[in-house]
């Protein structure tokens, strides 16, 4: 078993027709062969690790966690956190907006020194809001770790349940179908996100949470 999902790939990609997927209207004929050389080795490589592979299987993990009530609540609270930031980043944004119109207004009856030291106050408050904007909202701000608090065991906890899922049934690998532009092709009779909710307790029809069968009299 692979340590974690992959991208999509295609049990028939055969059955790609490479020359409808780029007309010469849209694209020089050079370009339309090199794109044509590209996908054709891509296909390729796809067929030739497929074949190695004994069983596989789609899921659709974005599918599936927005079934799943735990993460809605943890979206919910991120939604929370990061409205009270951006709150907090308008407010400060607006006195520094309010210091400025402030100075315009009195800098005729300002000297020149005093001039200066109004716009190093006005720079520095600007500068603070800007510093808080990253701390809160950057790469590895703030709420990127809030994100990873809440998210990520509902994420571990989807993997764990594919996982077992994938030993159960036999499954050597589990591709995302969510990967979006990295999927080729697939048959949706591939696709067994269902069968992950049902394994997380989540019904299709209503995204109720119920008691999984593995645990049920226990």
């Not at 790609?16 to 020089?28: A, V």
């Not at 490589?45 to 069983?55: E, G, H, L, P």
């Not at 079934?67 to 956190?81: H, N, R």
Request: hydrophobic share 35%; aromatic share 8%.
């Amino acid at each position: 078993m692979h340590p974690s999902p992959l991208l999509c790939l295609s049990s028939s990609v055969n059955s790609i027709r490479l020359d409808n997927l780029y007309t010469t209207s849209s694209f020089p004929i050079h370009k339309l062969l090199i794109m044509k050389k590209i996908i054709t080795l891509i296909a390729i490589a796809v067929m030739s690790f497929a074949a190695n592979a004994q069983k596989y299987c789609i899921v659709d993990i974005e599918y599936v966690l927005s079934k799943m009530q735990d993460y809605k609540d943890a979206q919910t609270k991120l939604d929370k956190v990061s409205d009270g930031w951006q709150n907090e980043v308008e407010t400060k944004m607006k006195e520094v907006d309010e210091s400025y119109r402030k100075f315009q207004a009195e800098q005729v009856l300002l000297t020149e020194q005093m001039k200066q030291q109004r716009i190093k106050d006005i720079e520095a408050k600007e500068k603070e809001v800007k510093e808080f904007q990253k701390t809160k909202f950057g790469p590895s701000g703030d709420l990127f770790k809030k994100r990873q608090e809440l998210v990520k065991p509902i994420q571990d906890k989807v993997y764990n349940e594919m996982k077992k899922y994938a030993e159960a049934k036999g499954y050597d690998l589990i591709f995302d179908k969510s990967a979006g532009p990295s999927m080729l092709y697939y048959s949706e009779k591939l696709n067994k996100s269902e069968d992950i909710l049902s394994a997380l307790g989540i019904t299709k029809t209503t995204g109720t949470t119920t008691t999984p069968a593995a645990t049920q009299g226990k």
